[in-house]
């Protein structure tokens, strides 16, 4: 019989999940140096952090053409952290440090006052999950499956799946509002649902630490909205700590309670939305023209290209927002 057959009757208030409880130079842009920044507290409604989960105290690293400079924060279970930057500042460099991927060159980084390094992949993996910028498909795959391989860290070597590991993927695919897809094929989805799907085989391995890298690149106004208010909302519910690393200025300043900024392998800035986000300072990291406005609603800030003046048809100015 097939094990997925049960999961349409999966129950919503499914129990608690359990936790495996483990064992360079100057950029030339004259910015802050934050590389020993505080934490702030969230602000504006958004979940406050609990637990500490991730420490990064002055941890760098070094390819031949590009270095990250030693950088210190945390991050903290209930938060969404956002990092943004331009390309090649050291957004995707900084995750695999995170991630645990790529060592340290110097310093340290910690999960649970533990050295990342010092554990070992499969016990890595049951409590830090990585949404990949780019998933590629393989061979043709159901769903359901999919989101199985989520329960590849929980299972000794040859050990067959268990109800335990079926019951994981069902509430993965209910907290992703993904359930109605279990029978469909991978290849079928659109870019939302996949990126949906991705996310629940996240959320199968039950990790405390969530790094998503662009989950929202190639998607639609509608799906990156629906997808970052729901990476949010498992941040507050399941007590996640969240890094995601975008593009998206505005999403990350809806969305995020803080802002991790960095610019040519530094961090120039960290803390809430409206202390990162100043005009003066986005416009030397991303080398443009910028306002910085206020949500009416929200009061969080908001980025748009700076305000020119066309001259339109009558030989008048209008101006251009």
Do not use: C
Request: proline share 6%; glycine share 8%.
């Amino acid at each position: 019989m097939n094990p997925f057959g049960r999961m349409a009757n999966a129950s919503r208030e499914a129990g608690p999940k359990e936790k495996d409880d483990g064992s360079g130079g100057s950029s030339g842009v004259r910015l802050p140096d934050a590389a020993m920044a505080d934490l702030s507290v969230a602000h504006g409604g958004m979940a406050v952090p609990g637990e500490l989960r991730v420490e990064v105290m002055l941890a760098s690293f070094a390819f031949p053409q590009f270095t990250l400079q030693p950088l210190s924060f945390t991050l903290r279970s209930g938060e969404v952290l956002a990092i943004l930057g331009p390309n090649a500042s050291g957004k995707s460099t900084l995750l695999g440090l995170l991630s645990g991927i790529l060592p340290p060159l110097s310093g340290q980084v910690r999960l649970d006052g533990r050295e990342m390094s010092g554990l070992d992949l499969r016990r890595r993996a049951q409590r830090v999950a990585v949404v990949q910028q780019e998933s590629p498909l393989l061979f043709p795959v159901l769903v359901a499956d999919y989101v199985l391989q989520g329960r590849h860290p929980h299972l000794r070597p040859l050990q067959l799946e268990t109800e335990a590991d079926y019951d994981a993927v069902a509430r993965a695919l209910e907290a992703t509002s993904a359930a109605h897809l279990r029978h469909r094929w991978m290849q079928g989805l659109s870019g939302g649902e996949k990126q949906r799907v991705i996310l629940a085989r996240a959320l199968a391995q039950q990790p405390e630490v969530l790094l998503l890298d662009e989950p929202t690149l190639h998607l639609d106004i509608g799906a990156q909205v629906d997808l970052l208010r729901l990476v949010r909302s498992l941040a507050a519910r399941e007590n996640y700590a969240v890094a995601v690393v975008t593009h998206e200025l505005n999403l990350a300043a809806e969305f995020a309670d803080r802002i991790l900024l960095m610019h040519r392998g530094r961090m120039v800035r960290l803390g809430p939305p409206a202390e990162v986000f100043e005009r003066e300072l986005l416009e030397e990291v991303f080398e443009t023209e910028l306002d910085v406005l206020v949500h009416p609603a929200t009061g969080r800030p908001r980025v748009v290209l700076r305000s020119e003046e066309i001259t339109d048809e009558g030989g008048g100015k209008t101006p251009l927002s």
